[in-house]
């Protein structure tokens, strides 16, 4: 029987509390909360979603979603406009000054992850890849399953 305290939840969790501790330590200076870095990140990839593609595509709730975006907007680094598509909808959009951080979220983001795999072989990061995106595919499906019941 695995203990609980070297059980795979448990290490997940660790990790991704130590990862929003140091991406926001290093954020800090732009005054990028926690859990904001996820929202410009997303929009860095593919700029001018909407609020709900961004909750879909982050698999977080709408009222977070709202929350943050609303702290970003304040800060200067989102502009939200209504579609033109969907006047329901709230497009969001990067500001110069969003733009003007890219590398420098992008680079605490991969600072992080190579000290979560320093001293792996390449070998080993790509099995941990491999099974951590297994882990998250069934995470999804049985997360899945749970709301159509």
Same mark, same amino acid.
């Given at each position: 029987m695995i203990e609980t305290r070297n059980s795979i939840p448990r290490w997940v969790s660790l990790i991704y509390r130590y990862g929003q501790m140091y991406i926001g330590d290093h954020l800090r200076q732009f005054?990028?909360?926690?859990g904001q870095h996820i929202f410009l990140n997303a929009l860095y990839k593919e700029d001018g979603l909407t609020q709900e593609e961004l909750s879909d595509y982050l698999k977080i709730d709408k009222g977070t979603t709202a929350k943050a975006l609303k702290k970003l907007e304040e800060q200067g680094y989102i502009m939200r406009? =209504?579609?033109?598509? /969907? !006047?329901?909808?709230?497009? =969001?959009?990067?500001? /110069? !000054?969003?733009?003007?951080?890219k590398e420098d979220v992008r680079k605490v983001l991969t600072d992080w992850r190579e000290r979560l795999t320093f001293g792996m072989s390449d070998e080993e990061k790509q099995m941990a890849l491999t099974i951590l995106e297994k882990m998250g595919h069934?995470?999804?499906?049985?997360?899945?399953?749970?709301v159509d019941l």
């Open positions: 005054e990028i909360g926690r406009i =209504v579609s033109e598509k /969907d !006047k329901r909808c709230n497009e =969001v959009f990067l500001t /110069d !000054k969003a733009r003007g951080i069934n995470a999804a499906h049985f997360a899945e399953e749970e």
